[in-house]
């Protein structure tokens, strides 16, 4: 590649390497990729280990980091060059999109170099530790606390509904380090190795089966001071870095992510004029306005990530509001759900758990949701 390859000329080199190296999936029926699978793990691992040696992997990262250094605009149109093959997608969150990228704006040089490059390699998952069972949505009051002994520091206490823990190599866990100021002032986040013989994880089996989620018990975790990230004592900077990345990734609006689509879900948006067609409500005024709304979200949505990441970047918006985003799309997803529910009507319905459902639309991509627009010649009986 050269320094003056255009996004244009990126995208035509992209294409040409994933019809080569990657394989083709139906975006309307993307391969399951249960969160809870440690097949999903090592098959992610293994395709991204794939991206990156063929030059694709952290399009936006550094490359002093193992990224490309490339702008957004070469992510965004990688990201539509790579939504009919198969991606490491569940990679994204919280690994790239919000772990990595707080290692970026607050780590040390050291941490960079080597952990947001293993992850870019696929040797490496990173995990949130911020919940605590007593803690609820106060992450402030953290009990979690961590005690200098010599040159190490000893870490105890108890993380819940960590996001994936149990396929993690490494946990951005913010502990108390200081108990005589105020709670925002005595907080120091600490790299930990997930596989310490100080940590006890359990999965955490939800109302549906799945075991996604996982609770820590840290008991004498003992970690240099290579392991903190930030200052001591300022660990709710870096935290709230890390809620400005959750809330972007979240929102589909990070630069972090490897690919897109949806894990195991519909990946393209909802064709209104195919769903009014099938419907035979093409010439409906009602049915117009009703699409014409659910479009006019999606457009602004979209303008609103690349707006906000724009100029969070160039100091214009505080980091801050990257919240926009996160709710804006949590709108634009309710407004196209319910579009498609009140044209699909009947044919809304899906069948029964396990039932091959093929739809004519797709629901907003990134959802993990069932189809919700399954006309009738395609629901199941």
């Known amino acids: 590649m050269t320094a003056v390859e255009s996004v244009a000329e990126f995208a035509t080199r992209a294409r040409k390497w994933l019809a080569a190296n990657m394989s083709q999936i139906d975006p309307l029926s993307p391969p399951e990729a249960p969160r809870d699978d440690e097949a999903s793990w090592q098959r992610a691992r293994q395709l991204q280990r794939r991206l990156h040696d063929g030059g694709f992997a952290g399009i936006c990262f550094p490359r002093e980091y193992g990224g490309q250094g490339l702008a957004y605009e070469y992510q965004r149109a990688f990201d539509e060059e790579s939504l009919h093959y198969e991606m490491p997608l569940i990679l994204n969150v919280p690994t790239f999109t919000i772990c990595c990228a707080t290692l970026l704006d607050t780590g040390r040089e050291s941490q960079k170099k080597r952990h947001i490059a293993a992850a870019l390699r696929?040797?490496?998952?990173?995990?949130?530790?911020?919940?605590?069972p007593s803690g609820g949505s106060d992450l402030a009051g953290v009990l979690t606390r961590a005690e200098r002994q010599g040159d190490r520091w000893v870490i105890n206490g108890a993380k819940t509904w960590s996001t994936s823990a149990f396929a993690a190599d490494y946990g951005l866990c913010l502990a108390r380090t200081n108990w005589d100021v105020p709670k925002h002032d005595?907080?120091?986040?600490?790299?930990?190795?997930?596989?310490?013989?100080g940590i006890t994880l359990r999965r955490i089996t939800q109302v549906n089966g799945s075991t996604e989620f996982c609770e820590e018990f840290?008991?004498?975790v003992d970690v240099g001071?290579?392991?903190?990230v930030g200052e001591v004592n300022n660990g709710w900077t870096v935290a709230s870095r890390q809620l400005y990345h959750e809330r972007r990734a979240v929102g589909m609006g990070s630069e972090f992510a490897s690919g897109a689509g949806s894990e195991g879900g519909h990946a393209t948006p909802v064709d209104y004029v195919a769903l009014a067609e099938t419907t035979g409500q093409?010439?409906?005024?009602?049915?117009?306005?009703?699409?014409?709304?659910?479009?006019?979200?999606?457009?602004?949505?979209?303008?609103?990530?690349?707006?906000?990441?724009?100029?969070?970047?160039?100091?214009t918006l505080p980091p801050a509001a990257g919240t926009l985003i996160r709710l804006f799309h949590a709108e634009t997803v309710m407004c196209e759900m319910d579009t498609s529910l009140a044209i699909a009507g009947s044919g809304g319905?899906?069948?029964?758990p396990g039932e091959a459902c093929r739809p004519a639309c797709a629901i907003w991509p990134g959802s993990r949701l069932p189809s919700a627009v399954a006309p009738p010649r395609w629901r199941a009986t």
């Open 186 to 197: 005595g907080l120091t986040m600490f790299l930990v190795p997930i596989n310490h013989p």
């Open 218 to 220: 840290l008991d004498s």
């Open 349 to 352: 319905v899906v069948g029964q």
């Open 282 to 315: 093409a010439h409906s005024d009602r049915v117009r306005e009703m699409a014409g709304r659910a479009l006019v979200h999606r457009a602004v949505c979209e303008q609103l990530i690349d707006h906000v990441y724009r100029s969070a970047r160039d100091g």
């Open 122 to 132: 696929g040797e490496e998952v990173l995990v949130q530790l911020l919940s605590e």
């Open 225 to 228: 001071d290579d392991a903190v």
